[in-house]
């Protein structure tokens, strides 16, 4: 059966500081990867999915980026986070073909900046 | 952009009640999804119905699409205090490999 990880599952960082959160999918091949963010109480705003290796497709200009350097691998970064940054971040995946087909979802990440 | 948008915000019931749930959305689309989140948890896909279905159903669940008013109701029968959570609406964008989600509508269950 496919499963997701998600890692961290919370952290706390200050204002200028890089970040790092990591998705991994099991069991299941050239998956399509989404990152979403969920502010308090909010809604999930997409903010870059992926087809396949290398090919990345950003939703929303700010200062965060994702890389999918393996098959079943994605991850966000940011060079200097933002108090903005702060959310509840969601990685989800679905099969490939499928489109918009049903999304599996991680646990996800809750990032404070202060 | 939003596409699909939930009312209400927020409904508060007794157990056994019947909960329904709208969802809005504004351009065409290939399938409409409603997912359910537990507080502070990842979301969890309940049903998908696609643009030439006008309703379906699974188990307590019974959703109804009408592509000419580009709504969606979500309706869960005899809601126990476990349905507490918040629940949304997915749509796909056209032509786009991508789902847009609502705000959600939060219910709470009162035993």
């Known amino acids: 059966s496919q499963t997701i990880h998600q890692w961290p599952a919370t952290l706390v960082q200050p204002v200028g500081s890089p970040l790092s959160l990591e998705c991994t999918v099991e069991?299941?091949?050239?998956?399509?990867l989404y990152w979403y963010r969920q502010a308090a109480g909010r809604g999930l705003q997409l903010l870059f999915y992926s087809v396949g290796i290398g090919q990345i497709s950003s939703e929303v200009p700010q200062n965060l980026s994702a890389s999918r350097p393996q098959d079943r691998q994605f991850i966000l970064s940011s060079k200097k986070l933002l108090l903005s940054d702060s959310g509840f971040y969601l990685c989800?995946?679905?099969?490939?073909?499928?489109?918009?087909?049903?999304?599996?979802f991680g646990e996800g990440s809750r990032l404070t900046v202060l | 952009s939003q596409q699909g948008e939930e009312d209400p915000q927020a409904l508060s019931i007794q157990e056994g009640e019947n909960a329904t749930m709208n969802c809005s959305y504004k351009t065409s689309i290939n399938n409409l999804q409603w997912y359910r989140q537990n507080s502070g948890r990842g979301l969890v896909h309940l049903i998908l119905?696609?643009?030439?279905?006008r309703e379906k159903h699974s188990g307590r669940l019974r959703v109804t699409l009408d592509t000419s008013k580009k709504s969606s109701s979500l309706l869960i029968t005899a809601s126990r205090a476990a349905d507490t959570a918040s629940y949304f609406c997915?749509?796909?964008?056209?032509?786009?490999?991508?789902?847009?989600f609502g705000q959600g509508t939060r219910l709470t269950i009162n035993p």
């Open positions: 119905i696609r643009s030439n279905e």
């Open positions: 989800a995946w679905n099969h490939h073909g499928a489109g918009t087909g049903e999304l599996f």
């Open positions: 069991g299941t091949s050239n998956p399509n």
């Open positions: 997915a749509t796909d964008a056209p032509g786009a490999q991508k789902l847009v």
